[in-house]
Each structure stands twice: as structure tokens, then as C-alpha cells.
């Protein structure tokens, strides 16, 4: 409790004066002078102590008193308690966790989605079947001349490998850095 300022009256120097001792004052609202007084020590030396980290910059509390006393009576004051005051749209750390677990996981599903749709795109759509190359090479359209599969025989250099994802990927990349070169080398001079 912060007492209210009293006049001070000279005491005789203590053997030891505390930075606690000093707050209290400040608290009590002594000012630097009257803890000169107070203390039976000069004004340099109270200097001198508010050198402290403490205590440096730091003034007396100016309080004034009532001349009566003052009841808070309001119907508020009635109704505090001691429990805590919950906000409704506050969440707790394990439905935090929880929706960042939900939201993780959509972003994975959304992410092997747009996977998914990256390789449909790359891989070719419809694959040509051994007729087509001999008729391109032949120089006859399917519908000047018709082949059936058995008049044409695979070998085993014929089989088509379809390319994975990441190998799709390099090369796009290895594309991209060829344009890079050849970009930055048309502006060389």
C-alpha cells in the first residue's frame, strides 16, 4: 500500500541505505530532498544514488488524499468474480492444431490433384499405333490404304517408354535453361 506524503523528520545516517529502501520512498511519495533529511545525508549524496539503474530518472509519486472515503457501491462491482472471462471465438491449442492438420492435408490433396493433372497433360493422349508411322513413312494417309495390326510387327525397338514425371520435368527444365542461354547470348555483343 502507498502511504500518503508526511513530513519528514531528520533521523541519523543508517549504516546502509538500499535501492529498496530508496523505491519505498518514492513510492511514499519522499522526494529527494526530504530523503536527504530523512536520512541525515547531503543533497550530492541522494545524487549519487539515483545513479543507480534503478533509480535513475525516477521521481516521487504524487498522490492526493481524500477528504472522505470513497465506496465503489456500483452494481458492477458486485458482479466481478474471480473467474476468468472466456471469449467466445477463442480456440484452444488443440483446435489450433487440429485445423492446421486439416489444412495440411487439403494442401497435400490439392497438390497430388494438380500432380495427377500435370502428368494427364504431359503423356500423350492417344498412342499411335505401329500403321500410323508406316503409313507416314509410306507417304499414304489411312484412308488411301488400310493396315491392320498384324501386317505390321514390332520389334523390340519399336515399344514406346513413357516418360515419368520426373524425367518430364528435366527436360522442361533443360529446355528452359537452353532459351536462357541462347536469350542471354542474342544480347551479347
Do not use: C
Given at each position: 500500500m502507498i502511504e500518503m506524503r508526511k513530513n519528514v523528520t531528520p533521523g541519523e545516517t543508517p549504516e546502509k541505505i538500499t535501492v529498496s529502501m530508496i523505491d519505498q520512498d518514492l513510492k511514499d511519495g519522499v522526494s529527494k530532498s526530504d530523503m536527504a533529511v530523512k536520512y541525515g545525508i547531503k543533497p550530492w549524496e541522494v545524487d549519487e544514488m539515483f545513479k543507480h539503474p534503478f533509480l535513475k530518472g525516477r521521481r516521487p509519486s504524487r498522490k492526493k488524499a481524500l477528504s472522505f472515503t470513497f465506496v465503489d457501491d456500483s452494481p458492477l462491482a458486485e458482479d466481478v468474480t474471480d473467474e476468468p472471462i472466456i471469449d467466445p471465438n477463442q480456440v484452444t491449442?488443440?483446435?489450433a492444431i487440429d485445423e492446421a492438420i486439416e489444412s495440411v492435408e487439403e494442401i497435400k490433396d490439392q497438390m497430388q490433384e494438380t500432380q495427377d493433372a500435370i502428368i494427364d497433360?504431359?503423356?500423350p493422349t492417344e498412342f499411335e499405333t505401329p500403321e500410323e508411322p508406316v503409313a507416314k513413312v509410306n507417304g499414304t494417309s489411312d484412308?488411301?490404304?488400310e493396315f491392320s495390326i498384324e501386317d505390321v510387327a514390332?520389334?523390340?525397338s519399336d515399344e514406346v517408354d513413357i516418360p515419368s514425371f520426373e524425367d518430364t520435368l528435366d527436360v522442361v527444365k533443360e529446355q528452359q535453361e537452353e532459351e536462357l542461354e541462347m536469350d542471354e547470348d542474342s544480347f551479347e555483343m
Amino acid at each position: 500500500m502507498i502511504e500518503m506524503r508526511k513530513n519528514v523528520t531528520p533521523g541519523e545516517t543508517p549504516e546502509k541505505i538500499t535501492v529498496s529502501m530508496i523505491d519505498q520512498d518514492l513510492k511514499d511519495g519522499v522526494s529527494k530532498s526530504d530523503m536527504a533529511v530523512k536520512y541525515g545525508i547531503k543533497p550530492w549524496e541522494v545524487d549519487e544514488m539515483f545513479k543507480h539503474p534503478f533509480l535513475k530518472g525516477r521521481r516521487p509519486s504524487r498522490k492526493k488524499a481524500l477528504s472522505f472515503t470513497f465506496v465503489d457501491d456500483s452494481p458492477l462491482a458486485e458482479d466481478v468474480t474471480d473467474e476468468p472471462i472466456i471469449d467466445p471465438n477463442q480456440v484452444t491449442l488443440e483446435q489450433a492444431i487440429d485445423e492446421a492438420i486439416e489444412s495440411v492435408e487439403e494442401i497435400k490433396d490439392q497438390m497430388q490433384e494438380t500432380q495427377d493433372a500435370i502428368i494427364d497433360m504431359l503423356s500423350p493422349t492417344e498412342f499411335e499405333t505401329p500403321e500410323e508411322p508406316v503409313a507416314k513413312v509410306n507417304g499414304t494417309s489411312d484412308e488411301e490404304e488400310e493396315f491392320s495390326i498384324e501386317d505390321v510387327a514390332l520389334t523390340d525397338s519399336d515399344e514406346v517408354d513413357i516418360p515419368s514425371f520426373e524425367d518430364t520435368l528435366d527436360v522442361v527444365k533443360e529446355q528452359q535453361e537452353e532459351e536462357l542461354e541462347m536469350d542471354e547470348d542474342s544480347f551479347e555483343m
